[in-house]
């Protein structure tokens, strides 16, 4: 906002003089006006070029090694147990996001330091993920493609089955390239997908700032939109997961940055650029749904707004281009589940509608099971979130129109005509436009994520819904909070609010980014040694492939180190949470147990310890609120043809194979 003698003026009509009374309506509609307006006041948004400040650079790299060193120390002083890991911990982090967030919104930081700072603050990021467990893969979906590449490797072939993550094996591009850097390198999976998310975090923000620049035809703009784009609650931990989706938006961010680099090209090198565009659109078939169904939405809508615009000055030839690569972005992912036989609706309709129903419910005040959630995160997390978001929603109120101007006319950016162009179909680029809109969805996406059956869906629309707000974000801080003039707080609280919105992406990322000794169903806090050394030993004393069922993390451990064939069903229409979370087993029960081809059931007396941090320990639609009993676990010790044949304390494994003998 203007200091306050700007402000003033900004709500005097254009003839006031001293005595001239001010009609206080009329004031305030011109504050307001001046505030949100379309009006680009930064005058030019970059400066001079200029060289990269070396010293300034060596500063930069001497904080964030000793930032990350702080988060290792506070990440060992976690796993001990120690109450002085926060005190390590979060000072690192804050150290880490600070300095360098502030260098590069600073208004006269050179493009080249910008870019490398960039750079620097995402590996940075991408290593605070890492070190939390730094010799194995702990997130829940990395499990799912981590025993998908085993399979891959062992089997040689692709489109296995995969029961805990079913339309997985139909977009195996991550485990195709992670195996073949192993094949070619010999390094271990975990060591050559770490190396291939590294890259591929780098190549994200590179290709992230290279499609902002090309559109606004602005480095600080873009600078900054990528800072922005690191507050969304999936970049520093979902989006550097070995997960498809982490090589998927990658996939698609290059794809819109060269559709957009290739705008004004002609004849041969527009061809080779939708050469290249087509090659990228097939690979994201492939590799990722939501990503490839993110290019769809952006690539169409370009389209659909090129068809709209009143430009007679617009070559044929770019129309045609751009019609075909919008065709080709929603057709490709169709043809590759025709051909798979895999229907997206199948798989995400039932969360999306969980999700709606949730949410609807929540507005409407109608009891549900959301009561039943994870606890809440320590009060510095989450008002560090909410400012994060507040800072957000400021950015997007006073910079939409501004964004929308931007994509006016070059002769039309002065007071409202801008937007009177943009609603009369005039326009000089439809990428501004559309990404300008696609800001709304920010909003939308926070109030799914409030509920815990929209959660899911609040978190996948952060994604794509990210690179309109961090858009429109820079183009807020340059021509509104910054403007012409960059004196005092105007230089400084615009970087400093950038930086604040960095450190929200890191507290909402995950319920606990500190790694700190074990929890009841908790994900990755609930991956550890015991867990880890029992799935070895079913590997080594029963032999790969047993079919197991257990509870969820469990199931994943028995998967991935014990290479057991784990099922999430006894039988179609019998939960295994039904065998567990009773005192007796029932008749219904006991007769799936005997019809089904479960080997072996592993019971984890921790269950009964604590409730579930996340509120479930099964399935994420089967909540319950209170522990398990030691009796309702423990109940399989008094059945006939039930044998126990592991236990050390904690963790116990039954062989029900002698029940499938009275068959």
Known sequence: MASCDEGMMLMMPAHFTPGTRINPLQAGIRFVSAVIGPDLRGGSADT???????GWIAVLCLTVATALLLVVAGHAAGRRGY?????????????LVAP?????AWPTTARGERVFLLFLLAEALFYCKVVY?????IGHDEFL???????LMTARRLFLSNPLLPIGPTYPALEIVSTAIVNLTGLPLFVAGTLLLAVLKGTFIGALFLFFESITGSPRIAAIGCLAYMGCSTFVLFESMFSYESLGIVLCVLIFAVEAASK???????LKALGLIALLLMSLSVTHHL????????????????????????????????GFTGTLAIALPILWMEARGNHLAGYLGPIVETGFKTLLGKITGAPNSDQLGAPPQPLAMRLTTLLAILLLALGLATGFFRSLAMAAPSDARTGWRPLQDVLGRRWRDSRLVFLSLLAFGFPISVAFRLTIGGWEIGNRMGTFVFIGVGLVVGVSVVHFWEGRTRRGWRRIAPAVALAVIVLGGVTSAALEPLRGRYRVAADQQSIESMGIETALWTKAWLGAGNRFTSDRINRLLLASYGRQDVRVKIVEGVAPSRVFENE???????????RSDIDFLLVDLRLSTAPPVLGFYFEPWQRRGTPLSGAELLKFNDIKGITRIYDNGWIVIYDVRGLHENL
């Open 145 to 151: 493609h981590w025993i998908a590449a085993d399979d």
């Open 100 to 104: 360098t967030s502030l260098r590069i």
């Open 584 to 594: 007796t087993l029932g008749p219904d029960e006991f007769w799936a147990l005997v």
């Open 291 to 322: 990503a490839a169904f993110y290019a769809a939405i952006y690539l169409g809508a370009v389209a659909i707004l090129e068809a709209l615009r009143r430009d007679a000055s617009m070559r044929s030839e770019a129309r045609i281009a751009v």
């Open 48 to 54: 001079p070029p200029q060289r990269a400040n070396s």
């Open 83 to 95: 109450e002085v890991a926060p005190l390590l911990f979060w000072p690192g982090i804050v150290l």
């Open 133 to 137: 467990s730094p010799t194995s893969f």
């Open 264 to 270: 004004d090209l002609v004849g041969r090198e527009r």
